[in-house]
Nanobody
Framework: QVQLVESGGGSVQAGGSLRLSCVAS????????MSWYWQAPGKEREFIASITRTSMASYAGSVKGRFTISRNGAGNTVYLQMNSLKPEDTGVYYC????????????WGQGTQVTVAS
């Protein structure tokens, strides 16, 4: 069973930075890609950023230019560097491992809380 564990969340002032980590129990090369999602209180989980096995990255418009997703190559960790944080970035951040085969089931972490104070 694959496990994903996020860390790095916390409280920060607006304009500050945080770096989230997602550690997988297997090499992340096992997956076609990894993604970060964000969930604000009382709202649906939303896509933030994604990176493929070949390191192609994509971002939601709301974070483009502020957040950067990266991976440690052949290792088991994906990062989300978050700069210029805003109070509206507050929420729980989740990591997801995904594949593209027909029988694939996504794996999710338990989430890490980010609170941005104004």
């Amino acid at each position: 069973q694959v496990q994903l564990v996020e860390s790095g969340g916390g409280s920060v002032q607006a304009g500050g930075s945080l770096r989230l980590s997602c550690v997988a129990s297997v090499s992340i090369r096992s997956f076609d890609g990894m993604s970060w999602y964000w969930q604000a209180p009382g709202k649906e989980r939303e896509f933030i950023a994604s990176i493929t096995r070949t390191s192609m990255a994509s971002y939601a418009g709301s974070v483009k230019g502020r957040f950067t997703i990266s991976r440690n190559g052949a290792g088991n960790t994906v990062y989300l560097q978050m700069n210029s944080l805003k109070p509206e970035d507050t929420g729980v951040y989740y990591c997801k491992a995904w594949g593209t085969t027909p029988d694939w089931t996504d794996y999710w972490g338990q989430g890490t809380q980010v609170t941005v104070a104004s």
